[in-house]
C-alpha cells in the first residue's frame, strides 16, 4: 500500500508543483482573488467559469476538484 504523504508550504501558489493545490473559495467571493486569481489565470479562466456558472457556491463543506 502507498504511504500518503502530506506537507505544507508558504510560498506563492502558482510556483509550487503539487499534484494537488488547495485554494480557499468562499460564498462572498464572486471572482477567485490573490493567490485563487493567479493559479486562475494560469488555467485560462477555469475557477472564474465555475463561480459564475452557479455549479459551485463556496459554502461550508463543498468542495469541487479541478482538472487542468
Known sequence: M???RVSTVQAAAPEVATPLLVLPIYERDAKPSGM???????????????????????RRDE??????
Do not use: M, N
Not at 485563487?36 to 463556496?58: C, M, P, Q, W, Y
Not at 468542495?63 to 487542468?68: R, S, V
Open 36 to 58: 485563487a486569481a493567479e493559479v486562475d489565470a494560469r488555467l485560462k479562466g477555469s475557477i472564474e467559469r465555475v463561480l459564475t456558472s452557479g455549479d459551485f457556491r463556496g
Open 2 to 4: 502507498a504511504e500518503l
Open 63 to 68: 468542495t469541487l476538484l479541478l482538472f487542468p
